[in-house]
């Protein structure tokens, strides 16, 4: 079976890296790489939105550094998820006695269209789930006896790599944090049930010596420190008071022109927004926030009166004025048609910071009060984090006295659990700050989580009206299957054949109460499509090994076993069949001809104008990440991008076909549904 498996690993890893070469960015790869990898390093550490899966980022940022930023090395961090997902999977099925149904099991477990997307895409869910695959093999290890021996049973070795596993895993993917939880229970459970038994002396000492609890916390003060440094200080809303007010006034200008005067301020990260004007109408103040530039837009009539003495731009920061004279060097202005545009030079600010991420910003207040609160931040933490350890410390010590854990496999827990503290405390803080944690589901668990995955499994097919429902009915048969069996072994105390789907199926069940609870006392909503992907592998690795018990301990139940595998890898063979696409992810699938699209839009206007020149193209906000990263490739002309609508006059227009109005389509993209246009010419 061993070169079948092999060719069955090496086929789906093929597909998977086509995937990463062929298929275009998607909105939310794109927008992580202009937020992170295309900035300086440090922006790895910036969680001011939630698109930083931060150890799929880093991974990308070094991969990138070396390799170039192509499709397939930005998503190099999840072909190695992937690489980790298979070499588990296989693994974990060398367990199950009936190798023909192992095989089954190995393509159950691989042939799920949407599973499949995410390792092909520079996200952190493929890396996570390879991470999560892992720490089940080492949990499994850990509570599960081989061939009657007690030799791979109980190693504080196999705990501290199911419990390290897991912890990258939510560094992958905060999403994974309830998982998380899940395996940290049934980690903890095996521990005291381990610890009330009697003969477990032996496999405990068989195992690695650990490192004395002094030693091992040597590195946790400096590495949370440090990490928690870099966090807080890429955060821009740790204060308002790093940065002045801003008030812009234009005089001399009648009540009319003001009217039709816009005044915008661009952001950390060169994104454009209109600034409010005042009630009183004579001027346009911002709020505390980081400010890169500032723009004024005039009627062509309105500016021509700046050029003498009685009309002015003033600029306040803080307290200092900055007023726009003839000839000065404050703004750089440029015709628009019937408008002048005025930009801010880099002379239009207060002494910039030393610090290269808020050296761009104008209204900067001064670095001393910046350090003095980021030093307190990270203080604080490594005073939670302190008292974290003591706690579990304390916990632990009870835990010894009451012969509910042994020092040498609570030691592991602790140290994981801190170090995930330290590595995740500041970030989800944060993003939960920011309200940054809002997608998923309000509907409720069943319907939001499990529903929303089977239904996107089915990868927009359709075999059955309430396909849905036989999947969750399927889902319900095997738990009520596995009650059973874990009932009758209960009777005759013979559990060997139960503690892995037990354990597999605790995961889970630990893991939807982490969900529902989250809910209910923070107001999280519930796991959706993506963020719910876990529940994949661990819901076939149950199905399995349920399937695999039924069939060892009963041998009249092997034919009803196999006819039920048999059929399941059949329709999953077949649905993969009709699934399976080189061009678009399901999540995505809007931004499948994104791409193919910057390309006829340099074909055509080099076509038409010299080389070098700026085009406006303006586009759905759907499509604005993608293009955006696409169109920095051009290197014919100068492509400049513009979300609709936008009060600039716009040269061609990509949008959904269904909002073409008074546009001349140039080509249409079936795929996507969209079109690339023109303004209509007048008749």
Not at 19 to 32: G, N
Not at 339 to 361: K, N
Request: charged fraction near 15%; proline fraction near 5%.
């Amino acid at each position: 079976m061993k070169p079948l498996t092999t060719a069955i690993c090496v086929v789906l890893g093929a597909y998977v890296v086509a995937r990463a070469i062929f298929v275009p960015l998607t909105y939310d790869e794109a927008a992580s790489y202009l937020r992170y990898i295309s900035q300086d390093f440090f922006a790895v550490f910036n969680f001011e939105v939630a698109t930083n899966h931060f150890l799929n980022t880093l991974l990308t940022k070094l991969v990138s550094t070396i390799a170039g930023d192509s499709e397939l090395v930005l998503r190099i961090p999840s072909l190695i998820g992937y690489g980790l997902y298979l070499y588990f999977s296989v693994q974990i099925l060398e367990w199950v006695p009936n190798r023909a149904f192992a095989l089954a099991g190995l393509l159950l477990l691989n042939l799920n269209p949407y599973l499949l997307d995410y390792f092909a895409l520079s996200r952190g869910y493929g890396l996570s789930l390879g991470l999560l695959m892992g720490s089940l093999f080492f949990l499994l290890r850990f509570v599960s006896r081989r061939s009657g021996s007690s030799s791979a049973f109980g190693q504080p070795s196999q705990l501290s790599l199911a419990l390290a596993f897991a912890g990258g895993a939510v560094l992958a993917g905060f999403s994974l944090l309830d998982a998380y939880l899940g395996i940290l229970g049934v980690a903890v459970t095996a521990i005291a049930v381990m610890s009330r038994q009697r003969g477990l002396d032996a496999a405990i000492v068989e195992g690695p010596r650990m490192l004395p609890l002094r030693r091992s916390y040597l590195w946790l003060p400096v590495g949370a420190a440090a990490f928690t440094w870099l966090v807080l200080f890429q955060d821009v809303r740790l204060s308002d008071q790093f940065y002045e007010p801003v008030t812009i006034r234009i005089v001399g200008l009648t009540p009319a022109e003001l009217d039709a005067t816009r005044v915008s301020r661009m952001d950390l990260h060169e994104k454009w927004a209109d600034v409010p004007r005042d009630p009183d109408a004579t001027a346009w103040r911002l709020e505390l926030m980081p400010l890169r530039g500032l723009r004024v837009e005039l009627p062509a009539d309105a500016a021509d009166k700046l050029d003498h003495n009685n009309a002015f731009i003033e600029t306040v920061i803080g307290s200092r004025p900055f007023v726009h004279q003839k000839g000065d060097d404050l703004w750089t202005s440029r015709d628009d048609g019937s408008r002048i545009v005025f930009d801010s030079r880099p002379s239009l600010a207060l002494p910039r910071s030393t610090s290269s991420h808020y050296q761009p910003v104008i209204n900067w207040r001064g670095d001393k009060r910046h350090w003095s609160a980021v030093a307190a931040g990270t203080g604080l933490t490594f005073v939670t984090l302190g008292f974290l350890a003591a706690f579990l410390e304390t916990f632990g010590w009870l835990l010894q006295r009451a012969n509910l854990a042994r020092a040498e496999l609570w030691r592991p827990v602790t140290l994981n659990l801190v170090w995930l503290a330290a590595l995740a405390g500041s970030p989800l803080y944060l993003l939960r700050r920011s309200e940054e944690l809002y997608f998923g589901g309000t509907r409720g668990f069943v319907e939001d989580t499990f529903s929303s995955l089977v239904d996107n499994s089915f990868y927009g097919q359709t075999y059955g009206a309430a396909q849905t429902t036989y999947v969750l009915g399927a889902i319900v048969a095997a738990i009520v299957a596995f009650a059973v069996l874990l009932y009758v072994s209960a009777r005759r105390r013979k559990f060997d054949l139960i503690v892995r789907p037990t354990c597999v199926l605790a995961v889970a069940a630990l893991a939807s109460i982490a969900v529902i609870a989250q809910h209910g006392f923070l107001g999280t909503p519930y796991l959706l499509s993506r963020t719910a992907l876990f529940y994949i592998p661990l819901l076939a690795l149950f199905g399995i090994f349920v399937g695999d018990a039924l069939g060892q301990w009963a041998r009249s139940l092997n034919g009803l076993v196999t006819a039920v595998a048999i059929a399941a890898l059949s329709f999953s063979a077949y649905h993969f069949a009709r699934t399976a696409n080189l061009s678009y992810t399901w999540d995505w699938k809007k931004d499948a001809d994104t791409k193919a699209m910057v390309a006829d839009l340099a074909f055509v206007a080099a076509a038409e104008r010299p080389a070098g020149s700026r085009i406006v193209l303006g586009v759905d906000p759907t499509y604005s990440a993608a293009t955006a990263f696409y169109s920095q490739r051009v290197t014919t002309i100068s492509i400049e991008m513009d979300t609709i609508p936008s009060p600039r006059a716009l040269d061609f227009f990509y949008v959904d076909e269904r909002n073409v109005r008074s546009l001349t389509v140039i080509k249409k993209y079936p795929v996507a549904g969209t079109v690339l246009a023109r303004p209509a010419r007048p008749r």
